[in-house]
């Protein structure tokens, strides 16, 4: 899966969005960091992490929110794993942005969140720790810097401000998880 997911990233974001390339890269490095936490769940981790932003390419950007585009893009040309294609849809709160988006009825409707809370946090904390360029950073400087790239009066903007106390929350969470892992 992990593979498959490398490949289809790449094809997807390298060449048009290689800046999107680099962060999803450095996604699926932060999530294959948490292979003790997941293990048989870990393939499924890192591939959603490599996979998470492959709404944004040019040819998927049907409506224009990424989480929804390229869950559908998954599912729909690919015959995705249905976990896979649900945490894509629904990676770092996108639930938040579909509401402000008028998306949120679609959203919930073709992908309920998973039931799996610690996995599809892993998933926000990986996003969430990653620069646009693939480094890791804290959650607080990438919610800055998100907030100051799109601008806070944007559709972005608002939904990180509002969604950044359960970012912070769910980080915390996957790293207190990952401290309590033998070493």
Request: glycine share 6%.
């Amino acid at each position: 899966m992990v593979d498959w997911a490398a490949h289809v990233a790449e094809a997807e974001l390298s060449a048009s969005l290689p800046r999107r390339w680099a962060h999803s890269m450095g996604v699926a490095r932060r999530a294959a960091g948490l292979r003790k936490v997941f293990g048989k769940k870990a393939d499924l981790l890192v591939a959603a992490a490599m996979l998470h932003d492959v709404g944004y390419a040019p040819r998927l950007a049907a409506t224009g929110f990424h989480p929804l585009d390229g869950a559908r893009f998954l599912r729909d040309e690919h015959s995705a794993d249905e976990r896979l294609v649900r945490l894509v849809a629904n990676h770092s709160f996108a639930l938040l942005e579909a509401e402000e988006r008028g998306l949120c009825e679609a959203l919930e409707a073709e992908f309920p969140l998973l039931d799996e809370p610690l996995l599809v946090e892993a998933l926000v904390y990986c996003d969430m720790t990653t620069t646009p360029d693939g480094a890791p950073t804290t959650a607080q400087e990438r919610v800055a810097e998100i907030v100051d790239r799109y601008g806070p009066d944007s559709v972005v903007g608002r939904f990180i401000r509002r969604a950044s106390p359960e970012i912070f929350a769910a980080v915390e969470r996957v790293e207190a998880a990952l401290a309590a892992q033998p070493r």
